[in-house]
């Protein structure tokens, strides 16, 4: 194996210099692996190839950027309305004061901490397992370095249909906290659960969540990233889908100085369905970037990416989505779209579609675009009366409804609306 470039050997050194591989059993073993994967690559630079549109620097360096705090004053919670447990965090702290006893939500619930010690627990098998598993081909050294340092999150199974949703809240309250937070989620076969998320998390917010959905379970997964503009945050879906199960996941991003959502998605079950959808709108000092990799590995499953950003006075938004369908993945329809809307001439949207394809009997596409408001239904809004600024609201919100309608609880899709249109007419101007 090559030497790590001395430039990342300092960086690695800089940013995990008060970091400590913590546990005595399973967990901090997986710890330690994880710190040992992590000092053979390195952490990411802006000549990596998946990192070549956006700059991790504020993402790897020692310290956070400071994050001024946002005051969202009387307006609620994404999905405060929803009938669901709530597990708040504080600056990547879990707050059980603030918190909802876990035992309502019909499944095992339990903190990272508690977990050591206890040899013969599930998540032994699930922990660093498919973060291990997604470092292959591509590298993502982000989500290692959470594996072996994050001392907060969830352990959590369910063994039939949840009571209700857990909902994770994340409160960003100081200028300078670095949040790392890690995730396992468990479904056994049969099973389902939804998991909310909400909230800028941090300063800077390293997130890892790793799925397991076996045979026939359903798993739903809906967020909205916190509007705090100078966070940052690195994020990383880790998912394995079994026989006829169902994943689906969707984001809805709006502000946030620095945001990378990466999901990995590895169909091995026949008839597997996976769908990972998102919608963001920026304005100004907003980067935004999706990356996305779909390994189809069995028969007849079906995966969708849909991806719609608006972007403005000089935001820019990426996406780098790969499908990848394995030899003997026959049957396999993959779809995916990715296109912005750039309301000024200042804003860019970079895109990277990719397939890769060793199956003969396959349905699969990718497209990518991006464009102007049409002026056409512009003017036939304003012809029937409509202000300009409203009928561009609604053809901005016509052109995230494919992306929105990837929510199958239109509760929760009519709240994701709602939201995208308070912060249009916030950003009018």
Not at 9 to 19: F, I, P, V
Not at 121 to 127: C, K, N, P, V
Not at 169 to 181: C, N, V
Not at 236 to 248: M, N, Q, Y
Request: glycine share 8%; proline share 3%.
């Amino acid at each position: 194996m090559m030497a790590l470039p001395q430039a990342k050997t300092d960086a690695l050194q800089a940013r995990t210099a008060t970091l400590t591989a913590q546990g005595t059993g399973w967990l901090g073993s997986a710890r330690r692996d994880a710190e040992a994967r992590l000092a053979a690559m390195g952490l990411p630079g802006k000549r990596d190839e998946y990192w070549r549109y956006t700059d991790p620097t504020s993402l790897t360096q020692e310290a956070p950027v400071p994050a001024a705090l946002f005051d969202a004053g009387d307006e609620a919670p994404a999905f405060d309305g929803i009938d669901a447990v709530k597990l708040v965090f504080v600056d990547g702290v879990f707050d059980a004061a603030q918190s909802d006893d876990p035992s309502l939500a019909g499944v095992e619930i339990t903190h990272l901490s508690a977990a050591d010690g206890l040899d013969i627990h599930w998540a032994r098998e699930l922990y660093g397992v498919l973060e291990a598993r997604g470092q292959n081909p591509v590298q993502r050294p982000l989500a290692t370095l959470n594996t072996a340092y994050a001392t907060e999150g969830f352990l959590i199974r369910a063994t039939g249909k949840a009571a209700m949703p857990i909902s994770f809240l994340y409160h960003h309250r100081s200028e300078t906290s670095d949040a790392l937070i890690h995730h396992c989620i468990k479904l056994d076969a049969g099973a389902e659960l939804t998991v909310l998320e909400n909230g800028p998390g941090a300063a800077r917010f390293t997130k890892v969540m790793e799925v397991d959905v076996a045979d026939g379970a359903r798993f739903h997964h809906i967020r909205a990233q916190g509007r705090d503009h100078e966070r940052r945050a690195a994020t990383h879906v880790f998912s394995r889908i079994g026989e006829k199960a169902l994943f689906k996941s969707f984001t809805l991003t709006a502000n946030g100085c620095l945001t990378r959502n990466e999901q990995i998605i590895e169909l091995v079950g026949d008839d597997g369905v996976a769908h990972v959808a998102g919608a963001a709108v920026g304005d100004g000092t907003f980067h935004h970037d999706d990356t996305v990799f779909v390994t189809h590995a069995a028969l007849r499953c079906e995966s969708r990416q849909v991806f719609k950003k608006v972007l403005k006075n000089g935001a820019v938004g990426v996406f780098q989505g790969k499908i990848l369908v394995k030899q003997g993945a026959q049957k396999t329809d993959g779809y995916q779209i990715s296109q912005s809307l750039l309301l000024d001439g200042d804003s860019q949207f970079l895109a990277k579609p990719e397939l890769e394809i060793y199956a003969d009997d396959v349905k699969c596409s990718h497209g990518s675009t991006s464009g102007a408001i049409d002026e056409t239904a512009l003017f036939y809004l304003q012809s029937r009366g409509v202000p300009k600024r409203v009928a561009q609201s609604l053809l901005v919100l016509a052109f995230l409804a494919e992306a929105i309608d990837e929510i199958e609880d239109e509760t929760i899709a009519e709240d994701i609306r709602s939201r995208l249109e308070g912060w249009l007419q916030r950003h009018e101007h």
